[in-house]
């Protein structure tokens, strides 16, 4: 497996940005080929961020990234830089926001590059006409999660996951124009192919074990074994030895929940809307964490078909679709147990492939 990574860098948990962004900060990593007022690699997500959204300096992102940066958004990918600069403009003036920085985690160094793995609580107000229609005047408060690779600098590759369902119920809008408005601004439907059950090898069960290649340490294979057996294998009930009793959920739409037995429901509801969902860890990585314990961030695929009803109401009867939900979890372990879980999906992103499913299948028959 990859060496242990080095600690130094500040947690954002605990912090009030006032003391992030405060002068005079001394540098605790190596940080060859970064600007010199980033300390660590932690700092340099943090303020970057806060740079270019809430300070609005959006042309720093002509040095923080490559100029041939692929963003990967749920239903659709950006590849260049000067997409990244519009997207970052529309996004400000039709949702004027605050995003507060909750926790990073994150793995290497400025040899081999880092990754990190940033929970964003971002809250704002619909004062603009933009892609929700006229303004509502109401508030959102939603979470994302934004996962980078940085190379002296700059960002290369990046992966965003927002929710935009949760900004959609909160306005009281009714999602479905606007999916239909981004269904035909997507294209078309996924492949058939992308709703092959994957984890079932032919006639067999899903395998017995899980490729724990990813993992840098014996908790983050841990944690992709007991991924492994409740997505792919179905066992829900092994939640409980995963979690604590009282463990906390922190889902999108802003749920919170208590409890292992509302988290192990929450998650058979994601599978009884894609019932033959196949869960695919893509990238693992790990902290100790300042409040005791250690912090895992997974970013993961499932791909399936909506067969099911399940946890999503909004897609209405199982339409047998082809859908791909990408997502990211951070879980909080402490003494060997969860006792805290953040999730970030888009239902959305759901109901907008759906929906180009039915506008493609309208298309076929016209032809």
């Known amino acids: 497996m990859p060496k242990e990574q080095d600690p130094k860098a500040i947690s954002a948990e605990r912090l009030d940005y006032a003391e992030i ?8 990593q190596s940080m060859e080929g970064f600007d010199p007022e980033y300390t660590d690699i932690v700092d340099y997500i943090l303020r970057c961020t806060h740079r270019i959204w809430e300070e609005k300096n959006v042309g720093l992102i002509y040095s923080h990234y490559t100029h041939n940066c692929v963003v990967y958004l749920p239903n659709e990918t950006l590849y ?35 990754y990190t793995s940033h929970l964003i609580t971002t809250a704002g107000r619909h004062t603009q006409q933009g892609p929700y229609g006229a303004p509502t005047g109401r508030k959102y408060t939603i979470r994302g999660i934004a996962d980078c690779m940085i190379f002296r600098n700059r960002i290369y590759r990046e992966w965003l996951v927002g929710d935009s369902m949760g900004v959609i119920h909160q306005l009281g809008l009714d999602p479905m124009p606007i999916a239909l408005a981004a269904a035909a601004r997507i294209g078309p439907a996924l492949p058939q192919e992308a709703g092959v059950r994957s984890r079932l090898p032919g006639q067999l069960p899903p395998p017995a074990d899980t490729d724990t290649a990813i993992a840098h340490n014996e908790a983050e294979a841990e944690t992709l074994r007991w991924l492994h057996r409740v997505m792919n294998q179905r066992m829900f ?61 997974v970013r993961w695929m499932i791909e399936g078909r909506h067969g099911g009803w399940g946890l999503f109401p909004t897609l209405g009867a199982p339409t047998q679709r082809p859908v791909r ?19 970030v999906y888009d239902e959305m992103t759901l109901l907008v492939q759906i929906l180009a499913g039915e506008t493609g299948a309208d298309d076929a028959e016209s032809t």
């Open 21 to 28: 962004d405060a002068p005079g900060r001394e540098r605790t």
């Open 325 to 343: 939900l990408m997502g990211v979890s951070h879980y909080h372990y402490v003494d060997g147990r969860i006792v805290d879980e953040w999730t």
């Open 80 to 114: 260049d830089r000067e997409e990244v600069v519009e997207n970052t403009i529309q996004r400000i003036v039709t949702m004027p926001h605050v995003g507060m920085a909750s926790q990073v985690i994150w793995r290497g160094d400025d040899k081999e590059g880092f």
């Open 237 to 297: 009930g092994e939640m409980r030895a995963v979690y604590d009793p009282n463990a906390m959920y922190h889902g999108p739409q802003m749920v919170e929940l208590s409890g292992v037995e509302a988290i192990i429901h929450q998650w058979m509801g994601v599978f009884g809307a894609i019932p033959d969902g196949s869960f695919r860890a893509e990238h693992i990585c790990s902290v100790p964490a300042e409040e005791g314990g250690t912090k895992v961030a």
